[in-house]
């Protein structure tokens, strides 16, 4: 079975910073493909930012504009996302999600939610001005 728990969300102000965690169990994390998620009220859910390895390096990148970086623990089993500079349209719950399928493949379909399957149970990010 696998199982994500995502942690470290709370509010904080404009500008401030946040590290969210997910302890991962279950599956060899190294091969799937793991992604960052979050969902806004009365928006649609979106990909934020993606790490996978391939050749005997590790790979990132996010999609907000350089504020966010993922990285892994594989020693820990535990994916993190850093999250600086803070704005309030970053409000949102976020997600993280796995999914055996190369990050390859997930990115050339747009990294569609409906492509993962596995997922955990949110955490609440809120930045106030």
């Known amino acids: 079975q696998v199982q994500l728990a995502e942690s470290g969300g709370g509010s904080v102000q404009s500008g401030g910073s946040l590290r969210l965690a997910c302890a991962a169990s279950g599956y060899t994390y190294s091969s799937y493909c793991m992604v960052w998620f979050r969902q806004a009220l009365g928006k649609e859910r979106e990909g934020v930012a993606i790490?996978?390895?391939?050749?005997?390096?590790?790979y990132n990148g996010d999609f907000v504009k350089g504020r966010f970086t993922i990285s892994q623990d594989n020693a820990k089993n535990t994916l993190y996302l850093q999250m600086n500079s803070l704005k309030p349209e970053d409000t949102a719950m976020y997600y993280c999600?796995?999914?055996?399928?190369?990050?390859?493949?997930?990115?050339?379909?747009?990294?569609?939610?409906?492509?993962?399957?596995?997922w955990g149970q949110g955490t609440q990010v809120t930045v106030s001005s």
């Open positions: 999600a796995a999914e055996p399928r190369s990050c390859q493949w997930l990115l050339l379909h747009s990294l569609s939610p409906t492509d993962f399957r596995y």
């Open positions: 790490i996978y390895t391939g050749g005997g390096s590790t």
